[in-house]
């Protein structure tokens, strides 16, 4: 394996020195500025240029074959990642690169003995090694009776935060009931929490989608006539981030501001460790699992319309992964009662059609959305929803998964005489 990965950072290299040329200015053959400007000499320097083409070659190869975090980042910060290794080794190379013609590529007329010093900083590089930083996110909309953790993400309450905390960030001023967690800027509001969502992941782009991962497993959990209850209190936005000093990003909120707060207790702590298995899995099949619920999670939003696309993306992602006879779906959807028999349910599926494939850019405006109504007397959108949400709880985790019950079941019995 060792020896596979060196080949790979030697092949890497040699891909990113074609690219590389030095000169006092850029001719038009299609050059990239220089990464920067080094000083070699007072009132003397140069700059690197790197042909646009043979850089981008040098960028796909990485990304197909470098550490796996980089298939979740853009072409551009790739791009910006190699320019900055080449910074971070302009030492080393300050006595050899003079000597190359100028406007050569660097590839052939480098020492070799000084390609080989490149491609094993570039295999202990981040281009290689994943970096490991911890990610908070704050939840006001949960609570942990029972703390979960696993080697990729935990679910822990404010007060449990410090002990977790002291191996990526050492302070004396922790605030874990509020977010940030840590001083950052004194004009910065803080903002109350019941729950600690951290991840571990090398890059922020992974950790986000980490966390649309678990939060859309997480909002499987309510029942249905809550899932989409919300209120008006305010919930965090934003996320911290932890490697040896810690940084505040800007952003959404992690969750709705739903109603009710969701309890974390020890009868979770199954699924959630499949979860975390899913997580760390490269099968085929977790990673639709994995993708279906970053769709539920995109559909847990205010707006009805605007939940159908993503709840179809989850259906569609599991009827493409592991359940390619459809055999789940026809379980999950017997499991709803004899309500949604294949009709129904092929009627519905012909809404989620028409939303896909562009019979309409409002769901509203579908002939089919109409003809669901007049002909079961039942918000299509609704039994989307339900649908969704049994399937990807019986084919994701199966019997391990307990959806709660209704938070006021008790009082409706009573005064309704419905079961709710």
């Known amino acids: 394996m060792t020896r596979t990965i060196a080949n790979k950072a030697r092949s890497a290299t040699e891909l990113l020195l074609k690219s590389m040329f030095w000169g006092s200015r850029a001719d038009d053959s299609g050059l990239t500025s220089a990464s920067a400007f080094h000083v070699v000499r007072p009132h003397i320097g140069a700059g690197f240029y790197y042909a646009a083409e043979a850089l981008l070659d040098a960028v796909l190869f990485i990304r197909r074959h470098a550490s796996s975090h980089l298939r979740s980042l853009p072409i551009e910060d790739l791009q910006s990642m190699l320019l900055a290794f080449i910074d971070e080794q302009f030492d080393g190379l300050r006595f050899a690169w003079w000597q190359i013609p100028e406007d050569r590529p660097f590839l052939g007329h480098l020492p070799a003995k000084e390609i080989e010093r490149l491609a094993a900083a570039m295999m202990e590089s981040p281009i290689f090694v994943a970096p490991r930083m911890l990610f908070l996110f704050p939840l006001a909309i949960a609570e942990t009776a029972a703390p979960f953790r696993s080697e990729s993400f935990f679910l822990l309450p404010p007060e449990e935060l410090g002990a977790e905390l002291t191996e990526w960030y050492e302070t004396d001023e922790l605030k874990p009931y509020h977010h940030p967690p840590v001083p950052m800027h004194s004009t910065m509001p803080l903002v109350k929490t019941s729950c600690w969502l951290g991840v571990r992941a090398p890059v922020s782009t992974t950790a986000l989608r980490m966390r649309n991962v678990i939060m859309g497993a997480l909002s499987l959990l309510p029942h249905p006539l809550e899932r989409y209850l919300f209120s008006m209190r ?152 339900l649908v969704a949400a049994r399937y990807l709880q019986r084919a994701i985790f199966g019997p391990a998964f307990a959806q709660r019950p209704h938070t006021y079941a008790d009082l409706i019995r009573q005064h309704t005489g419905a079961n709710v």
Not at 266 to 290: C, F, I, M, P, V
Not at 306 to 334: H, N, T, W, Y
């Open 234 to 385: 305010t919930v965090p936005t934003g996320y911290s981030s932890f490697e040896r000093r810690a940084t505040y990003h800007s952003g959404d909120a992690s969750s709705p501001s739903l109603s009710e707060d969701l309890v974390i207790a020890n009868g979770d702590h199954g699924w959630l460790r499949t979860l975390a298995a899913k997580l760390g899995s490269n099968e085929t099949n977790d990673r639709k699992a994995l993708l279906a619920l970053q769709y539920f999670f995109r559909a847990w939003v205010k707006d009805p319309a605007a939940r159908v696309a993503p709840l179809c993306g989850a259906i569609e992602a599991l009827r493409k992964g592991q359940d390619k006879s459809g055999e789940q779906f026809i379980e999950a959807m017997a499991s709803l009662g004899p309500a949604f028999e294949k009709r129904r349910v092929t009627d519905l599926l012909e809404i989620r059609g028409a939303v896909i494939h562009g019979g309409a850019p409002n769901v509203y405006e579908v002939s089919a959305y109409q003809d669901y109504w007049a002909a079961y007397r039942c918000d299509p959108i609704r039994d989307l929803e």
